[in-house]
Structures are given as C-alpha cells and as structure tokens.
DNA sequence: TGGTTTTCTGAACAGTGTGTACAATAACTA
DNA sequence: TAGTTATTGTACACACTGTTCAGAAAACCA
C-alpha cells in the first residue's frame, strides 16, 4: 500500500548531508551554540539551499528525530491487569527498547539532555514517554473503577521524568549497566518504590493521609 | 559576622531592574525569544549598562537564580532508617517546600520548564533536587552496608526526575492540587511505587531477576 | 541520447543583535 | 560641596538571519 515516492535524489542528499551535519555538530558543540552558516559549511551545502528544505534549525532538527525515531519501532507490549495478578512479576520490562535506543545514539542524548540541548528537545522526548507510559503501563493496570490513590496523569508524568532524569544519570556516566539492566532498576524502582530498593520493610498506609 | 555592604544604590537598582524585566519577558515571551535589548529596554536602562553588570543573558538568569533561591531556605530535615523502621510512615514528606516555591513561582516555572525555557535552567534545577534528595533522603535510609537493590545515584536521579515531572504535569495542568498534596503524593509514589498506587497486590521478588 | 524540469548555487541586500570603546553626564558617598 | 563612581548615547565592526535572483548543475524521462 506505500506509495512509491520519487524523491529526487538532489533532495534526499541535500537533507542526509544537512542532518549529519547537525547531529555531528550537536555532539561537538551543542545545539545552542550552531549557526545555520556552521550547518551548512559541515554539510557543503550553500546556505542558500537550507532555506528550501526548512525553515530554521529547530525544523532541521524536528524532522531529523522524526527521522531517527522510525528506527525505533514501538514494540512496547502492554501489560494487563488480569495476567500481572494472575502471574505475578514476570520480567515484561518497562521499554528496554528505550535504553538501547538511546545507548545506541550515547553522544547524542548525552549533548541533547545537558546544559547545550535544547529545551524543545526535552519537550518532546518527555511527550513521548508519556504517552507511551500511559497507554503501556498506566492504562492497562489501572483499577477498573479508575480509583488509584494517585492520578493516573501523576504517575505517568512521574514515571516519564524519572525515565528522563536516570537516562541524564546513565549518559553522565558513561553507560555503567548495559540498557537490560537499567530498563529492570527502572521497572521495579517504579513498580515498588524505593522502599524495596533501599530494603526498609514498612507497611504502607491503606489511603494517602 | 555580615560584613556591611555598601553597595552603590545605583548598581542595586540597575539589577534589580534588569533582573525585574527578565522575569517578567520569561513569562511572557519564553527564555529565548529575548534579546539583550529587550531587557534593557524593559528595564528603561542603557544596554551598554548592561554589559558592565553582566557577560550576556545567561549570565543574568543565574545571578537571578541565586538570589530567587536564597528565598527557598532549605528546610529538609534527614529521615533517618532506624526512625522510620520503629516508627512507620509518618508524614514527615518529601520536600513540601520545593512545590510550594513553584506554587509561588508558577508563571516562572512554567515558562522555564516549557519548550521555551532554557536546557541550563532545567540543568541546575535538577542537579540541586538530586543532591537534595541524596543527602535528605537516600544516605539516611541506605541500608548500613550501603547493599541497596538498586545504586543510590540511580535512585536519586529517578526521584530528581519523576519530581521535574510531576511538576510540569502540575503547571501545565494549572496546579489542580495544593502543593501539600503534591508532596504527599510525590512521597507515596516514591516511597511504595505503582503497584501500591494502583492498589495492585504484587509481592516483590527479593532480587532483581 | 537529448531536451526538459528541477534543484543547487553564489552574490547581494536589508535587518537585527552582539560586544566593545569613549567621552559626556548624572548620581551617589563621605 | 568636592570627589568618586555609575550610567548614558553614540559609534563601530562583526556575525547571523532570511530573502531575492539569475545562471550553473544535476536529475529525470521519453
């Protein structure tokens, strides 16, 4: 059913180069501190050609991640209240897909998620996380009265920051654990809390006081 | 032991102005959609006066920081383990001070946390929360023989992050519950997870598998 | 292959913001 | 009040942006 697109093969170049370009840039300076002049000298591309395919850097790079995001099949499988109970902690990890990604492009995120990213960047990403937590993980699990002790937006929202927050952590140091380990202290810091990572044993209250 | 300061009333009213007319342009236009001269303008101040008070805008945002923080007394007391083990949950929470800052702050906040905030505001802002959250909360209640299930940095850098979460979810949701609330639920969904807060019975396994 | 279409290019331009210099003026301190 | 210090306006060189345009180059297609 895919259309068969001709793009011509000037156009496809002209966007492959400026993209590389941009990314390699972004690793060596951050994004803030890249002119579009600095762009397109990477890229041997006349500056002039830049303003035919986008509008500014920001959509250079909105379209490039769009571009590096179809590498990254959304192959989260949700998980169901039901079978969780019924079988217990079986390890159906939270997005391990997530952290390979990013392992994959290391220099990459480690320049986007510091200091030199871009604000828009972390936008998105964040967007992304939660959409995907809320559909995966939060949805599925939630009471079929829909009476959790948090807001589901809340868990989700928090869920999408401590993702974002340990992926900061993990680039900062270099990758200690390979992204199957991170993705595991990821579900079940999430699923049971720091309480059971720090092995404090307390009851929990039956409702928020 | 203060030493008197004597500063110039000139030079306290220049930054005071230009600190006022930064604040007041972050919310209303976002962190990068402001020039040097619109703040000077803003401020009715010379922009080469600008130059001799600070480097450039960033420059300005952290001085400005500082000084917006000196209102935020840190007043985290430590839980300690024993404590908490003999006496359970009791509602000492996790820093009720930093959503009632935001709450106080909220315009502000939610500029800076948006897509046009800045990547080095979001920076320091997590970088204080995990240091607070290392030493406020992880150290104290690390098991003696510092044998957590998880590492103390992940831990610390998740709770930094699932706390910049929720508070954007906060913002962009107009503050819908009291920052006490906020901290409460913060603390719970650290504390016991999200198999507590969806009133999922799971039982942890002992280890991570 | 050759003719046609499309893209790329370099040069030029006005506009905006940056960072610095300097001498005149205004405001503060003691 | 006299002396010090901060602020001001003007001016300048520089960098980057965004757009226009006509010619060169490349790709397409019959």
């Not at 140091?173 to 309480?195: R, W």
């Amino acid at each position: 059913m895919a259309v068969e697109e001709k793009v011509d093969r000037r156009i496809q170049r002209t966007r492959q180069l400026l993209r590389d370009a941009l990314m390699a840039l972004i690793i060596e300076r951050g994004y803030e501190n890249i002119s579009i002049q600095d762009i397109t000298d990477k890229a041997n591309v006349s500056r002039t050609t830049f303003y035919l395919h986008y509008r500014d850097k920001e959509e250079l790079l909105l379209t490039s991640l769009i571009e590096m995001y179809n590498e990254l099949v959304a192959r989260l499988q949700p998980l169901s209240r039901e079978e969780l109970e019924r079988e217990g902690i079986t390890p159906r990890l939270l997005a391990p897909d997530d952290f390979e990604h990013v392992a994959a492009h290391a220099d990459f995120y480690r320049a986007m998620f510091s200091s030199k990213g871009s604000a828009v960047f972390v936008e998105r990403v964040l967007q992304y996380l939660e959409a995907q937590l809320q559909e995966g993980f939060v949805k599925p699990l939630e009471p079929s009265d829909g009476n959790s002790r948090v807001p589901s937006g809340f868990i989700a929202s928090f869920m999408a920051g401590a993702e974002i927050g340990v992926m900061r952590w993990w680039l900062e140091n270099d990758l200690p654990y390979s992204p199957q380990e991170m993705a595991k202290m990821m579900f079940y810091l999430c699923t049971f809390g720091s309480m059971w990572a720090l092995r404090l044993n307390l009851t929990p209250p039956d409702e928020i006081t």
